[in-house]
T-cell receptor, first 113, second 116 residues
Framework: AAGVIQSPRHLIKEKRETATLKCYPIPRHDTVYWYQQGPGQDPQFLISFYEKMQSDKGSIPDRFSAQQFSDYHSELNMSSLELGDSALYFC????????????FGEGSRLTVL | AQKVTQAQTEISVVEKEDVTLDCVYETRDTTYYLFWYKQPPSGELVFLIRRNSFDEQNEISGRYSWNFQKSTSSFNFTITASQVVDSAVYFCALSDFKAAGNKLTFGGGTRVLVKP
């Protein structure tokens, strides 16, 4: 079965650079979530989209932005990167009519040097 | 606001022992979902089980079982006859019941180490 696809899997950037992460949800899933997991931490909710509209917002820095496109894929844009942005970024998707579990991608590991 | 607490930060057992992971949650919602996710060393988050707040029946699925007690806001998870491959970080999570939304609030995780 198709899963959530995230790219790139690994990314190395310098401070103050920009990074873009992509997420392709499971087909027919209309809700996408972004989470950030720092080393030894639990995943923290950043932002979510339902039917291409932002549905909820968590602890997402102002330097970050995200959107969901007409094909339901989503992109997380991160600018002016800081060392503290180094983390594993997860995308998850679910169908609004389904039972509630989120299906996570394998994550994109961002390292800021 | 929702909150999930996993008091155990790390549990170490010998293979074939049972492991019980504690989870306590706080929410103002009357209906909600509870989950357990597994994060092996490779890093991905793997969905294990889900429970609706209005169904307190406890179940067993293979070597996994869970004990949901709404009265004490607890959702404990047990791995029976643990195996080395069960070594991972286990997260308890909570979400609301909205059609759109349903973001997960995670606990701090419990690292399980199963020794051969």
């Amino acid at each position: 079965a198709a899963g959530v696809i995230q790219s790139p899997r690994h990314l190395i950037k310098e401070k103050r650079e920009t990074a873009t992460l992509k997420c392709y949800p499971i087909p027919r899933h209309d809700t996408v979530y972004w989470y950030q997991q720092g080393p030894g931490q639990d995943p923290q909710f950043l932002i979510s989209f339902y039917e291409k509209m932002q549905s909820d917002k968590g602890s997402i820095p102002d330097r970050f932005s995200a959107q969901q496109f007409s094909d339901y894929h989503s992109e997380l844009n991160m600018s002016s990167l800081e060392l503290g942005d180094s983390a594993l970024y997860f995308c998850a998707s679910r169908s609004a009519g389904a039972g509630g579990e989120l299906f996570f991608g394998e994550g994109s590991r961002l390292t800021v040097l | 606001a929702q909150k999930v607490t996993q008091a155990q930060t790390e549990i170490s057992v010998v293979e074939k022992e049972d492991v019980t992971l504690d989870c306590v949650y706080e929410t103002r919602d009357t209906t909600y979902y509870l989950f357990w996710y597994k994060q092996p060393p490779s890093g991905e988050l793997v969905f294990l089980i889900r429970r609706n707040s209005f169904d307190e029946q406890n179940e067993i699925s293979g070597r996994y079982s869970w004990n949901f007690q709404k009265s004490t806001s607890s959702f404990n998870f047990t791995i029976t006859a643990s195996q080395v491959v069960d070594s991972a970080v286990y997260f308890c999570a909570l979400s609301d019941f909205k059609a759109a939304g349903n973001k997960l609030t995670f606990g701090g995780g419990t690292r399980v180490l199963v020794k051969p």
